[in-house]
């Protein structure tokens, strides 16, 4: 089972790039990196995904180092509207869902 | 439709009582997935259905948790002689892998308390 782990909590001030590290020791091979944030009362919302390097879409980056064994979800600029819970996941879809596991995710707090 | 949706949005039952909570995914999505949130915690897997393939109840917590899925269309899971212990949010998902990328696309989840 390839398990996360993430910083519980993290504050930032408005403006400011944040990077949540999510650790996953076990990644294996087929697996990809997704990164997932939930607002309150909302079900989680797909930010990135990726395998390795970098990947970058107009929400985020996600940086992978060669050995897998870590990612860093970076949110440039944030706003208040960014306070949210961001869960990394680590799993291979096509092998089914054992592999799937959410985690507490880490709460992040933006500050005016 | 525009994306996952799941009815009742609320639900309050007294213990004891069966409880069935609906999804429906978005069409054509082969992968369908149940999660429950408890308050203030992460997403805990439930279920998770493939196309006609067998389903993959390795998360069920226990054999009063059950759910049926037609086809590649409508699910429902079902909890008997609900406790108290059951109330959460739970949350229904859908995916199709596209070749590079498998999203889970969620629902806005059902609120169940049990009294």
């Known amino acids: 089972l390839a398990k996360t782990t993430q910083p519980i909590s993290m504050d930032s001030y408005e403006g400011q790039e944040v990077n949540i590290t999510c650790s996953h020791n076990?990644?294996?091979?087929?697996?990809?990196i997704t990164w997932y944030q939930q607002f309150p009362s909302q079900g989680p919302r797909f930010i990135i995904q990726?395998?390795?390097t970098k990947v970058t879409n107009e929400v985020a980056s996600l940086f992978i180092p060669a050995d897998r064994k870590s990612s860093t979800l970076s949110l440039p600029r944030v706003s208040l509207s960014d306070t949210a819970v961001y869960y990394c996941l680590v799993g291979d879809m096509r092998g089914g869902a054992n592999n799937l596991f959410f985690g507490t995710g880490t709460r992040l707090t933006v500050i005016p | 439709g525009a994306g996952v949706s799941q009815s009742p949005s609320n639900k309050v039952t007294e213990k004891g009582k069966d409880v069935e909570l609906r999804c429906d995914p978005i069409?054509?999505?082969?992968?369908l997935y149940w999660y429950r949130q408890r308050l203030g915690q992460g997403l805990e897997f439930l279920i998770y259905?493939?196309?006609?393939?067998?389903?993959?109840k390795s998360g069920l917590p226990s054999d009063r948790f059950s759910a049926e899925r037609t086809g590649e269309s409508v699910s429902t899971l079902t909890i008997q002689r609900t406790q108290q212990e059951d109330s959460a949010v739970y949350l229904c998902?859908?995916?199709?892998?596209?070749?590079?990328?498998?999203?889970?696309?969620f629902g806005p989840g059902t609120r169940l308390t049990v009294t």
């Open positions: 998902a859908s995916s199709s892998y596209t070749g590079t990328s498998y999203e889970q696309y």
């Open positions: 990726g395998y390795k």
């Open positions: 069409s054509g999505h082969t992968a």
């Open positions: 259905f493939q196309g006609n393939s067998a389903p993959d």
């Open positions: 076990n990644i294996a091979t087929n697996d990809y």
